[in-house]
């Protein structure tokens, strides 16, 4: 087996219809790589298949296998035994997981999807079901791990496999703190969206107006706004409630954004002070200004009467 082969490998089995296609779906959003019905003569060379350019020395992320009665070759009691050569010979965490299911829960399930039993084509599904639970009996004796699914709804079976699978940072969201410009559109596919529009306005002075909320003097300005402290406490307090709640329900991205006027001044600020907030709180953001370096125009400004000539 190559150097690089996975730690972590998990065969995932179990009964047709009992949820591996969603078991192995949710492992996928978790950050596992995922392989489903592979034929099992070839897991050696996938073990042995080199990395993809890119990923420097050692794949660390754990392996999932799919597998059940209509993977080629399958033999439970064979399954079993290769399990046991794999583990011996190179040391690596295999475990398995079975999902099992009530066969009347099974016979709705395909009622109500009007799908064939992959064993029963042309017979009534409860004989499939029979069939198979015959066939896998000896991999469901030697699973580790065992989900009955007769209960669990789809949503219920994806918490319980985060609950049991889910990896520190390898299954955290791709977090992504965003400012932008309101005068320039709203952005799409946002999860939180606050308006710093209250604040006190950098654009209004004619030595910060050429600046961004990068720089020192125009964040000096901005904080020295009375609401800034309260405002920005409450937000900060809001995200670190939230962002764990978004990862246990399985989001995969979190986009919170910031919006100004023009989107180079107060959001640019506000967003990169969250994020060193988020930073020290464990989380790990990535920042993005989508108008910080967006010409100041006129046009796109609110004018005020007898003031300068616009709202950043």
Request: charged residues 30%; neutral net charge.
């Given at each position: 087996?190559?150097?690089?082969?996975?730690?972590?490998?998990?065969?995932?089995?179990?009964?047709?219809?009992?949820?591996?296609?969603?078991?192995?779906?949710?492992?996928?959003?978790?950050?596992?790589?995922?392989?489903?019905?592979?034929?099992?003569?070839?897991?050696?060379?996938?073990?042995?298949?080199?990395?993809p350019a890119g990923h420097g020395g050692e794949d660390d992320r754990p392996l999932a296998l799919g597998i059940d009665a209509r993977?080629?070759?399958?033999?439970?009691?064979?399954?079993?035994?290769?399990?046991?050569?794999?583990?011996?010979?190179?040391?690596?965490?295999?475990?398995?997981?079975?999902?099992?299911?009530?066969?009347?829960?099974?016979?709705?399930?395909?009622?109500?999807?009007?799908?064939?039993?992959?064993?029963?084509?042309?017979?009534?599904?409860?004989?499939?079901?029979?069939?198979?639970?015959?066939?896998?009996?000896?991999?469901?004796?030697?699973?580790?791990?065992?989900?009955?699914?007769?209960?669990?709804?789809?949503?219920?079976?994806?918490?319980?496999?985060?609950?049991?699978?889910?990896?520190?940072?390898?299954?955290?969201?791709?977090?992504?703190?965003?400012?932008?410009?309101?005068?320039?559109?709203?952005?799409?596919?946002?999860?939180?969206?606050?308006?710093?529009?209250?604040?006190?306005?950098?654009?209004?002075?004619?030595?910060?107006?050429?600046?961004?909320?990068?720089?020192?003097?125009?964040?000096?300005?901005?904080?020295?706004?009375p609401a800034y402290q309260e405002a920005l406490g409450k937000i900060q307090d809001l995200l670190t409630t939230l962002l764990p709640?978004?990862?246990?329900?399985?989001?995969?991205?979190?986009?919170?954004?910031?919006?100004?006027?023009?989107?180079?001044?107060?959001?640019?600020?506000?967003?990169?002070?969250?994020?060193?907030?988020?930073?020290?709180?464990?989380?790990?953001?990535?920042?993005?200004?989508?108008?910080?370096?967006?010409?100041?125009?006129?046009?796109?400004?609110?004018?005020?009467?007898?003031?300068?000539?616009?709202?950043?």
């Open positions: 087996m190559s150097d690089s082969a996975p730690k972590t490998i998990l065969l995932v089995s179990g009964l047709s219809g009992a949820g591996k296609t969603t078991a192995l779906k949710t492992l996928e959003d978790m950050g596992w790589e995922v392989v489903d019905n592979l034929p099992l003569v070839l897991l050696d060379r996938l073990l042995d298949t080199p990395l993977t080629r070759g399958f033999d439970a009691n064979a399954i079993v035994q290769r399990i046991k050569a794999l583990r011996e010979r190179h040391g690596h965490d295999i475990e398995t997981l079975f999902l099992d299911c009530s066969g009347a829960e099974l016979e709705r399930r395909y009622a109500e999807t009007r799908r064939r039993h992959p064993l029963a084509q042309d017979r009534p599904a409860a004989d499939g079901i029979a069939r198979e639970r015959e066939l896998t009996e000896p991999l469901r004796r030697w699973s580790a791990q065992l989900i009955d699914t007769t209960s669990l709804s789809t949503n219920a079976l994806q918490q319980e496999m985060r609950a049991r699978f889910a990896r520190e940072q390898l299954s955290d969201p791709v977090l992504t703190i965003l400012s932008f410009g309101y005068s320039r559109g709203v952005p799409r596919n946002v999860d939180l969206m606050f308006d710093m529009r209250f604040l006190r306005n950098p654009f209004w002075d004619e030595d910060l107006r050429p600046k961004t909320g990068l720089d020192a003097d125009v964040a000096a300005y901005i904080q020295a706004d709640r978004y990862a246990e329900a399985g989001k995969t991205y979190i986009t919170v954004a910031f919006g100004c006027t023009g989107g180079r001044h107060r959001s640019v600020h506000v967003a990169e002070h969250v994020a060193r907030y988020l930073q020290d709180a464990g989380f790990s953001p990535t920042v993005s200004h989508r108008n910080m370096e967006s010409a100041p125009q006129d046009s796109l400004e609110k004018r005020r009467p007898g003031g300068p000539k616009a709202i950043s």
